[in-house]
């Protein structure tokens, strides 16, 4: 009955038009969407004349944009600083929440609940509460840190975030349930808890770990605040804080300005289209705005 | 799910076989596993919004000075009298709501119940008005009229993106061809990295092309120009977008108050956003509705299909399913997309700090903004700090407020 249906549905002329507008309303959305990615790339591939006058679509394509913003406003500097500070944060924050979130799911101990039902209450906490305590700790006001004040250090940009309760959650979530026969059958060889982690929880749990991966290197890729006020020299500055600067002395060169911002967004996109189920579902699925 | 079962069973034959020691090592394991994030979190995330108190309570420029106590926000709202009374017709917002929703919501309580919630209201709203109007005149106008802009950002943003992200899922969730393609274009303004987006809506939304070439138009006024519509100053115009729209009649509307010997004015905050908020607004809907489409269409496959065809062989049309089922259910989903929303919101820095300019002077200032300049630019860290413990109160109420009045809607079915 049903696939007898279809085709007799598909084929009405009145149920097809029943669809032009919410296409068009689709296609709205989709435009909206995509219109300043067209703007940006756009403009970066033109001349200073052709950015000045605002015309839509460059004569021929001037790729040494993207060279000039690379070399001359320090964007490679910058990308390499962030790539090294994303990649060192994610691989901390991945060590440390893999074994809290298996401690949390797998062991009971004194207290464990307490101390998990306080960690998922940090995530009501205002960044904009924290940021002037943490900025005297990084700082060394507070209480000494190894190698004296952390500024302009790459643990700066790294350490404060190797932690989140989002990720522990998130993978604390996956680690119960997986099967405890498992877990009974690697004590049977001999194996504890760390080996179990490593050899059977953690190859099973790819698809979490992913999804926290993604989760941690939008939030890292993107930090803008903290960088501002723990970096006061090129050294370690991150390609947002760059961007933004450039901006500022970009003036008129729109078009390398928007060759930039494209450096500064591709990596992203490339990553985007390469996961893209995984950034929709396990965004979805977690509900954070990361 | 077999497997589930099993390991479940499983379980209490594996703690009755575990002994003493062994349970004493295992606590160790744990406490060592948990060590690393419970030390980091609890440095970067918990003590510091304890030294952040602490910290207010202090004359604290780059270094420490001496002790103030509550010297920062009595400075901040000006009068505790005014605050008190400001928040207290706040709660009473909150009683007027539970009486009406509740205590009243009898039959034969109705009529006094209607009375009594009309008199909380009118108190409410007058202990509102002075408390708000005193803490304006004796407080920091600068750092209250930075919480109004905060709640005009939230208010602009969270309402607009969450309709547009239901109706557009709404819509995508039937037998559409090309789904996943809308779906992954929807969702990629908002893995775009913040920041560089916002670089971008800084030229889209500038008032015309260049310095050097005046002639041309920036791409909002080129949309504008098509509409047949004056070119605006979008970044660069910090006033508000009603007195753009309705200027003569609001002129109009204050001569004939002043006629009447009425001595308030409808101008400054109270005239809304201005049109260089409302453009930073724009990007924030832009950034967040995919999102929310990726999320609704979650909750609309947890939609069960039979309901659907129940309505339909009663005659349902596609309006009356959406508001009588696809709304209803899909409560829980708006109710949690809303509050992540307003907490987000109320934080929003990047963006703003990106976009604004100075032709826009202080209109596009939210909370975040001034505690970071009071930190940043100020060095004032006491008071940055005292300034950013209000905007923490305010987001808990606004959170307890949406949880009281929101969540009586939301139904579970």
Not at chain 2, 135 to 149: D, N, P
């Amino acid at each position: 009955m049903a696939s007898a249906r279809r085709p007799t549905d598909w084929g009405t002329v009145g149920y097809r038009l029943r669809y032009v507008p919410v296409y068009l309303l689709l296609l709205f959305g989709a435009v909206v969407a995509v219109t300043p990615f067209f703007y940006m790339v756009s403009t970066s591939l033109m001349t200073l004349g052709e950015a000045l006058t605002r015309t839509w679509v460059p004569q021929s394509p001037q790729w040494s944009n993207y060279v000039r913003a690379w070399n001359q406003a320090e964007f490679a500097q910058y990308f390499m600083n962030s790539v090294i500070i994303t990649g060192t944060t994610i691989a901390g924050l991945l060590v440390t929440s893999t074994l809290a979130a298996y401690a949390f799911a797998r062991i009971e101990f004194p207290a464990r609940d307490l101390i998990f039902t306080m960690l998922l209450a940090t995530l009501m906490i205002p960044e904009t509460v924290t940021f002037i305590p943490q900025f005297l700790i990084i700082r060394g006001d507070i209480f000494p840190l190894p190698g004296g004040s952390w500024i302009n250090t790459l643990q700066a940009l790294t350490v404060p975030f190797m932690a989140n309760a989002v990720s522990i959650f998130l993978l604390r979530q996956f680690f119960a349930r997986i099967p405890f026969d498992l877990w009974d059958a690697a004590r049977m060889d001999g194996a504890g808890h760390l080996r179990f982690l490593v050899s059977v929880v953690v190859p099973m749990s790819k698809p979490v770990m992913l999804t926290v991966t993604l989760l941690a290197f939008i939030t890292s890729w993107n930090a803008f605040l903290w960088p501002i006020l723990v970096t006061t020299n090129p050294t370690w500055r991150p390609l947002m804080v760059g961007l933004y600067n450039f901006m500022g002395v970009a003036g008129p060169e729109t078009h390398l300005l928007m060759a930039g911002a494209m450096i500064t967004i591709l990596p992203v996109l490339v990553l985007y289209f390469v996961a893209q189920k995984q950034f929709t579902e396990g965004i979805a699925t977690s509900g954070l705005k990361g | 799910m077999e497997k589930l079962q099993q390991g479940k069973a499983s379980r209490p034959a594996t703690r009755a076989v575990g002994r003493t020691g062994h349970r004493f090592g295992e606590k160790l394991t744990a406490y060592l596993f948990i060590l690393p994030s419970v030390f980091l979190i609890a440095v970067f995330g918990l003590f510091p919004i304890g030294y952040a108190f602490y910290m207010s309570l202090f004359r604290w420029r780059i270094r420490k000075g001496g002790y103030i106590g509550f010297e920062h926000y009595s400075d901040l709202v000006g009068s505790w009298g005014a605050a008190l009374a400001f928040a207290v017709g706040l709660a009473a917002l909150l009683v007027a709501h539970w009486l009406w929703t509740s205590a009243f919501s009898r039959e034969g309580l109705r009529r006094w119940g209607r009375f009594i919630v009309a008199l909380v209201l009118t108190a409410a709203g007058v202990a509102i008005a002075l408390g708000w109007s005193t803490m304006m005149r004796e407080g920091s106008e600068e750092f209250l009229a930075s919480l109004v802009r905060t709640l005009f950002y939230a208010l602009g943003t969270i309402p607009v993106q969450i309709a547009l992200a239901l109706v557009l899922a709404t819509l995508l969730f039937q037998k559409i061809r090309g789904k996943e393609g809308f779906r992954m274009i929807y969702f990629l303004p908002y893995v775009t990295p913040q920041v560089a987006a916002a670089v971008v809506f800084a030229q889209l939304f500038s008032p015309r092309g260049s310095s050097l070439a005046p002639g041309s138009l920036s791409p909002a006024n080129q949309v504008l120009a098509f509409l047949g519509i004056e070119p605006q100053r979008w970044l660069f115009e910090p006033r508000p977008l009603l007195e753009l729209l309705f200027g003569e009649q609001i002129t109009a509307f204050n001569g004939w108050l002043a006629s009447l010997g009425v001595a308030w004015q409808l101008d400054g905050l109270w005239l809304g956003p201005s049109l260089a908020l409302v453009s930073i607004i724009i990007f924030g809907v832009w950034t967040y509705t995919g999102l929310n489409v990726v999320i609704f269409l979650a909750g609309l496959g947890g939609i069960p299909g039979e309901l659907y065809e129940a309505a339909e062989i009663d005659g349902a049309n596609s309006r009356q399913k959406f508001w009588s089922i696809t709304v209803p259910l899909l409560s829980p989903v708006t109710y949690y997309l809303t509050l992540l929303g307003f907490i987000g919101s109320l934080q929003a820095f990047s963006q703003l700090y990106v976009m604004r300019t100075p032709f826009a002077r202080d209109t596009v200032d939210t909370a975040s903004i001034l505690i970071f300049d009071t930190f940043y630019k100020a060095s004032n860290f006491s008071l940055a700090a005292a300034q950013s413990f209000l905007l923490f109160f305010v987001i808990l109420f606004v959170t307890i407020t949406q949880q009281r009045v929101m969540g009586k809607q939301v139904f579970y079915g």
